[in-house]
């Protein structure tokens, strides 16, 4: 039976909820203007996908910055998705690692379809968690986690405390906490943020805002992790490291919150897989003793066809306007 995922969200986070159903439904989201090109297979696609002309012109005008009049960038837009989506099928046919994935295909898309904003991409690859950061498993400290340390997330699955029947070695438990993901979603802060946390970061410890001191993070706060696999990699094991990621990034934040006296609960935040083209979801909510990872195949787009491009494009969208907004 598949979890209610709506029920158990908190408040903070309904209105992306809300906002990403409609994605992963393809509700409105595509504009008009793509029944006129040609070449364009109309005949999977149904009413309840088309954006409004009112609502498209100001969707298209804040997403690449062009008046309602220029078609032109509209235009450039639509190709550029079209050599994404070309990219991403050639890259599954040919059976491409991962690096050549993230190379090709995910990082153009994710700087196409967040660069009208103050939202970044930053590839994290090569990141690595601070060691006051670290996440223990089942209770044992980082570099005792060579058992019961899970590998699988249920429905509402925790990042501690979860059993495996086969618990990793001792070397790639050490790896796991160690190690990020793949991409970050970053905030550009103004000068006022900027100013705050420049101060911050000289007075800690640790020197960053995230639960990483690799450099282009350390200023910027990250509140979405994207972790990047091709179906020959374990989708068990990719989100566990997306729970080690964020688990660490929890206590960075708990750490921030108690220098300023905050015990208040940490906000809800998206999560994200990519296992070739296909992008799903998760969200990891704050659940005073443990971080509940809550996991429903949220599927919010996909890079290997025209409309799961643009059902992705919603998706993000609705998560710049959170991370700009609500975050």
Not at 163 to 176: F, I, Q
Not at 192 to 221: C, H, M, W
Not at 236 to 242: I, P, T
Request: hydrophobic residues 40%; negative net charge; proline residues 6%.
């Amino acid at each position: 039976m598949e979890m209610d995922m709506e029920s158990a969200l908190p408040s903070d986070v309904q209105d992306l909820y809300d906002a990403l159903i409609m994605a992963e439904h393809g509700e409105e989201i595509l504009p008009p203007t793509l029944a006129d090109v040609p070449g364009m297979n109309l005949r999977d696609i149904r009413p309840h996908m088309w954006q409004q002309m009112d609502k498209a012109i100001n969707t298209q005008s804040t997403k690449t910055g062009a008046q309602p009049s220029d078609c032109s960038v509209a235009d450039k837009h639509h190709h550029r998705i079209l050599g994404i989506v070309k990219l991403s099928n050639e890259s599954f046919n040919m059976h491409r690692s991962e690096a050549a994935w993230n190379t090709m295909v995910h990082y153009p898309l994710l700087y196409e379809l967040t660069s009208f904003s103050s939202v970044r991409v930053e590839p994290i690859t090569s990141a690595q968690i601070v060691p006051a950061f670290r996440p223990s498993f089942s209770g044992q400290p980082y570099d005792d986690a060579s058992s019961q340390t899970g590998s699988s997330f249920s429905a509402m699955g925790s990042v501690s405390g979860y059993d495996s029947d086969v618990p990793p070695s001792r070397r790639n438990a050490t790896k796991l906490v160690h190690e990020m993901v793949n991409f970050a979603l970053t905030l550009a802060p103004d000068e006022d943020l900027a100013a705050l946390i420049e101060t911050f970061t000289k007075s800690s410890p640790t020197g960053t805002v995230n639960q990483t001191a690799y450099y282009p993070l350390k200023s910027r706060p990250a509140p979405v992790f994207i972790k990047t696999i091709t179906s020959a990699g374990n989708i068990e094991a990719a989100k566990v490291q997306l729970g080690v990621c964020i688990a660490a990034w929890h206590k960075s934040i708990r750490s921030i919150m108690r220098r300023g006296g905050d015990e208040e609960r940490i906000i809800t935040v998206p999560i994200i897989l990519v296992v070739n083209g296909a992008w799903t979801l998760m969200f990891a909510v704050d659940a005073q003793t443990e971080i509940l990872i809550l996991d429903r195949d949220f599927r919010i787009g996909s890079s290997n066809t025209i409309r799961g491009m643009y059902q992705l494009q919603a998706a993000l969208s609705a998560i710049v306007v959170w991370i700009e907004g609500e975050f």
